[in-house]
């Protein structure tokens, strides 16, 4: 036959999805009733009509059943119970047809393609074209039982969970609305059983559906046994894997035997989150000031592997036993998160970095301090256990690794140094071939990356000594404590971040008496000023000292995608000029930092004139503190000076595929993963198409600009699916959140099905369109 399809056809196209997969399951389920299709090919677009020819095989086609036969007519459109969208409950569907009235109702099947709902549908789909179903005509079961089934939780998301509806009758009072559903959630071998009040039910009697009153012994009773619900549940499970993905189906019982009657894909569980899954807290306080904006997949990749790299270094410091490392490796893999091109802390990954520490799990102050947070995580998402006996003995041992680091840090920092100039001694990247450069990150990888001891020593004395003596101050000075703690620690020689300030006014002064050299500074163009520049030979030199030394040191220099100053020096000589006239007015306000300093160290000697054992406490945290602070600002600048190196790099390895034409720019490199480059390079990459992957990249790099995630914010399961990355207000009280479904309506009428309830509970009923068929 040319329009008329049998089950086991494989003519897909002219099926339309849904016969598609009934023709596919039936392969591997065989409880499914008869049926066949008419290709939409059988129908005359023009004349609205069925063609003689469709309809000839239609009727020889029925002489296989008998008379008293009846069937369920419906429709099977191409992109009907797709895997992105649906077009259930929008087409015209039939039940309880006989033999006689086929023809007609397959024409009214064909008939809703032009109807004004389909039309609203299409457009808010962004559909142009008229999809003119194929139509299923299938023997109806007059079922006892009849309902759906969701091989995991529309509502929730939660795959873990089965949800079946069942109804008394034909599955049409569910479709209807006239019957409430028992509704069955199961998980593993548990069932949480939702008894509904059925007060109507379907029945077939005399050629018609009607609806009766459920006899009263039944009306709060369990619709199905316990067996029937798990029987369900397997049927549904088996369509899933079938099909391979999860499964909205809808089933019925005729005779005591289970028959599946549809299936098709659950189409929301991408868009709502599962409250039950594991959550997650992100929050870029205090990260966003180095990582502020979009970063793109280098810069992420590359300080991933640094943080987790220096936290592991930072435990054995602290004897916390390789075995715990170990256990704890996804932790330190998780302490970063890259939300739509933002750089995020995972909090949970930090405060479990905390709990490895013994006995210091409770203070998450201490951890908040040291990160910058500015709110602290609720007591109820990380609940930390009483400290043991095992526990204590730990904090000993964590305790004298911190006590030996205090002592040894001075030491441990000279040899800091000493590895770092060595690595990062003159070397010429321009001179370096492709492995070379590949050999020589591995070489920096090696050498500093994995011996960042120091700085972290460093950072948690800091931490400490800071936060110590800030206390001291304000028990001693109340309000004023604050402003005390600070100006001690102002106007500390020997920070090198303070250097370019002072040189940047050493520059402005020697400029200031020559308008033609600040009129030149002021030029937009850069290589206009470069070329003009060697004539001020005294400010030439100077400038070229500056940018040797400090060149890596601007806005947002830890990423790696920043245009430095050796790169483009055009705002460095603006700024220059503008300080440069500031200072031939006058009209610059100094802060005298050293009297800040004297007038603060003599309030406190005031305040502890007589007081000898607290003046010896207070002059020890203060000359700690003095000391660590900056030693960190110190030991920044060369954490500055190996992401330079870094990016040097890269842009090299950027310069060389741009000439060999596997990419199309050289900065193309920074949408581009460490491992992406560093695998191209050595043979381990999976894919060698790095123009297209660069593409992809800029094409969702643009994406994350109209994006506005907040600065902290939960998510739940999957982070990029379903999560709103916004600030969720949560409510203690209130145990989960209702959900507001949106669609198009679809109201019952007589002889179709347009939509049906679905009760997830008391608190939360959806309405959706959707086709039960029998």
């Known amino acids: ?59 020889q086609r029925l002489k296989e059943f008998e008379d008293s036969t009846y069937f369920a007519v419906r429709s099977s459109a191409g992109n009907e119970d797709s895997k992105e969208k649906s077009f259930a409950g929008q087409f015209d569907t039939f039940l309880y047809v006989k033999k006689e009235d086929i023809i007609e109702k397959v024409k009214e099947v064909y008939m809703s393609a032009f109807s004004e709902r389909i039309e609203t549908y299409r457009k808010e789909k962004n559909e142009e074209e008229i999809t003119i179903p194929s139509v299923i005509v299938q023997k109806q079961i007059n079922s006892e039982m009849a309902g759906v089934a969701f091989s995991a939780n529309p509502v929730t998301s939660n795959i873990k969970e089965t949800v079946i509806s069942a109804v008394y ?56 046994t316990d067996e029937q619900i798990l029987e369900i549940k397997e049927l549904v499970k088996k369509s899933s894997e079938f099909f391979e993905r999860f499964q909205d189906i809808e089933w019925a019982y005729e005779n005591g035997k289970l028959y599946l009657l549809q299936s098709r894909p659950i189409t929301t569980l991408g868009s709502r989150i599962n409250k039950k899954e594991k959550i997650n807290v992100f929050d870029n306080s205090n990260i966003v ?17 640094v943080y987790e790299n220096v936290y592991i270094e930072l435990c054995k410091i602290f004897n916390v036993k390789q075995e715990k490392i170990e256990i704890n490796s996804q932790m330190f893999k998780n302490m970063l998160a890259l939300i739509d091109g933002r750089v995020y802390y995972n909090l949970y990954g930090w405060y479990g970095l905390l709990a490895m520490f013994p006995g210091l799990g409770k203070n998450k102050k201490f951890m908040e301090q040291m990160m910058g947070v500015k709110e602290s995580l609720p007591d109820d998402l990380f609940p930390v256990p009483e400290a043991t006996f095992k526990d204590k003995l730990g904090l000993l041992s964590t305790g004298y690794g911190l006590v030996k680091g205090f002592f040894k840090i001075r030491k441990m920092t000279k040899k800091f140094y000493e590895r770092l100039n060595d690595a990062l001694e003159e070397k010429n990247i321009e001179d370096m071939d492709l492995y070379e450069l590949y050999d020589y990150y591995y070489e920096l990888e090696q050498k500093l990356l994995h011996k960042w001891d120091a700085p972290l020593v460093n950072d948690f004395l800091a931490m400490i000594f800071y936060g110590q003596l800030k206390q001291r101050c304000i028990q001693m000075f109340k309000k004023e404590g604050e402003a005390v703690h600070n100006d001690l620690l102002c106007g500390e020689g020997g920070i090198i971040s303070s250097e370019p300030a002072k040189r940047i006014k050493e520059l402005a002064n020697i400029a200031k008496e020559n308008n033609e050299l600040l009129y030149l500074l002021e030029n937009e163009d850069l290589l206009y000023i470069k070329k003009e520049l060697p004539k001020y030979k005294e400010f030439n030199n100077r400038l070229n000292e500056y940018l040797d030394k400090f060149s890596d040191r601007c806005l947002q220099e830890l990423k790696l995608e920043t245009e430095t100053l050796k790169d483009n020096p055009l705002s460095l000589y603006h700024s220059i000029s503008t300080f ?4 031939k007015k006058e009209d610059i306000e100094t802060v005298d ?52 190196r870094v990016r040097e790099i890269f842009l090299r390895i950027g310069y060389i595929l741009t000439s060999m034409n596997v990419i199309e720019e050289k900065r193309d490199i920074f949408y581009l993963e460490v491992d992406e480059i560093l695998f191209f390079i050595s043979g381990k990459s999976t894919t060698n198409n790095l123009k297209e992957l660069i593409r992809i990249r800029k094409v969702q790099y643009e994406k994350y600009k109209e994006t506005n995630p907040d600065e902290r914010f939960y998510t739940y399961g999957a982070v990029n699916i379903a999560n709103d990355l916004k600030k969720e207000k949560r409510d203690e009280n209130k145990k989960e959140t209702l959900l507001e479904l949106k669609g198009i309506g679809a109201s019952p009428r007589k002889g179709t099905r347009k939509s049906k309830s679905y009760k997830k509970s008391s ?12």
């Not at 069932?191 to 459920?214: G, M, Q, R, W, Y």
């Not at 608190?763 to 029998?774: D, L, Y």
């Open 1 to 59: 036959m040319k329009y008329v399809l049998e089950k086991t056809s494989k003519e897909y196209k002219l099926m339309g999805g849904k016969a598609t997969a009934l023709s596919k399951i039936g392969r591997w389920i065989d409880n499914i009733p008869e049926w066949f299709c008419i290709s939409y090919k059988g129908f005359d677009i023009e004349n609205k009509e069925i063609l003689e020819n469709a309809k000839y095989e239609i009727q």
């Open 169 to 224: 009758g034909l599955g049409s009072s569910l479709v209807d609305g006239i019957s409430t559903p028992d509704t069955y959630t199961i998980l593993g071998n548990h069932i949480k059983k939702e008894i509904a009040k059925k007060d109507f039910i379907h029945i077939l009697k005399n050629d018609k559906v009607i609806k009766e009153t459920v006899k009263v012994d039944k009306m709060n009773m369990q619709v199905l």
């Open 289 to 305: 000031e180095s990582y502020g904006g979009i970063t793109t997949p280098l810069t992420f990749s590359f300080i991933r592997t």
């Open 580 to 583: 440069a006239k500031r200072i």
């Open 593 to 644: 930092a050293e009297k800040l300093r004297i007038d603060a160290e003599n309030k406190v000697k005031k305040y502890l004139r007589f007081k000898l054992i607290e003046k010896n406490k207070f002059n020890f945290l203060l000359k700690q503190a003095r000391f660590t602070v900056k030693n960190r600002e110190n030991l920044r600048f060369e954490r500055t000076r190996l992401f330079g």
């Open 763 to 774: 608190k939360c009923k959806i309405k959706s369109g959707r086709n039960t068929s029998s």
